[in-house]
């Protein structure tokens, strides 16, 4: 039986595609939508008052941001290394280099859980080869790597209760999940959901207020939900074949908003950022407690 499709979709007016759009985060106290162009090297804004996209160019590529619990501005993943960053004016301040030692690496995306800690997953630029890692990033500015030989990480999304972490491997079509131990340590990771044939890839991802997994498919120009269990729920298609990531956002948590990808693809709306109706609510985003 196919799944359901539906929800409205639509497109965000602005004057410029993102090569690889990813990582959107809805910041309440802003009341906007913050993602990255990672290999355009810009951080926009869209504003859900008035629906202005404010832009930022950054030094290197800008993977991530996550903001901050007991101070303005971000924790970004810049390049390969941890940073806090602030806007108007930009400044950026290091806080950890877990890789410096892997020169085709990057970061890739990342998320906070309820007790302010970031995961976040590195990967070659290249896309090819197994020297990606899983890191987490505590409070006190410490990065440790808790799992290693991922080829694209994508993700992650921290279960609704905090008992499991879920981190995507798009190269292998496999969603893994992993156990959150009390001390912040990892048990060993197992396959959640496989991606069959047609689905596309798995991409960023997020939960809704039901414990529903919430999927951008690469390659497969739709966002999926998936049940608690693992069980393809429903989809919504986009005008875009590379769909990136999603999150919800707006007072009620009710909105989602998608990115996509140009780089590549010649479809008109690749690189677009998308709102669709999810038909439920999402959780609050967690920010970095230090």
Same mark, same amino acid.
């Given at each position: 039986?196919?799944?359901?499709? +539906? +929800? ?6 602005? /004057? ?82 877990p890789e410096d030692d892997r020169d085709g690496n990057r970061f890739n995306d990342a998320k906070a859980d309820a007790a302010g800690r970031i995961w976040a997953g590195s990967m070659p630029f290249t896309c090819d080869r197994p020297t990606g890692s899983l890191y987490r990033l505590d ?7 808790? /799992? ?51 689905? +596309? ?8 207020? /039901? ?58 709306? +690749? ?20």
């Amino acid at each position: 039986m196919r799944p359901p499709s +539906g +929800g409205s979709v639509r497109t965000i007016a602005r /004057d410029r595609r993102d090569t690889l759009g990813e990582g959107p985060m809805w910041s309440a106290r802003e009341n906007a939508v913050y993602w990255v162009d990672i290999l355009g090297r810009r951080l926009n804004r869209l504003s859900l008052a008035d629906a202005a996209v404010a832009t930022w160019d950054m030094p290197d590529v800008v993977c991530w941001v996550i903001e901050r619990a007991g101070a303005p501005g971000f924790v970004a993943g810049i390049g390969r290394r941890f940073v806090h960053l602030s806007l108007d004016p930009l400044a950026i301040e290091p806080i950890a280099a877990p890789e410096d030692d892997r020169d085709g690496n990057r970061f890739n995306d990342a998320k906070a859980d309820a007790a302010g800690r970031i995961w976040a997953g590195s990967m070659p630029f290249t896309c090819d080869r197994p020297t990606g890692s899983l890191y987490r990033l505590d409070i006190d500015g410490t990065a440790t790597r808790v /799992d290693d030989g991922y080829t694209i990480p994508n993700g992650p999304a921290v279960s609704p209760d905090g008992a499991f972490l879920l981190q995507t491997d798009t190269a292998r079509d496999t969603i893994y999940r992993y156990a959150i131990r009390d001390d912040g340590s990892l048990a060993d990771r197992t396959p959640f959901v496989v991606f069959e044939d047609g689905w +596309g890839h798995p991409d960023g991802m997020t939960f809704d207020v /039901d414990g529903g997994l919430w999927v951008a498919c690469w390659g497969g120009s739709c966002v999926t939900r998936f049940t608690p269990d693992g069980r393809v729920d429903r989809r919504i298609a986009l005008p875009a074949s590379q769909v990136t990531s999603c999150t919800f956002a707006g007072p009620a948590l009710d909105r989602m908003f998608v990115t996509s990808a140009a780089d590549g693809v010649d479809e008109e709306a +690749g690189g677009c950022l998308f709102e669709v109706d999810p038909g439920c609510r999402g959780l609050p985003p967690m920010r970095f407690g230090g």
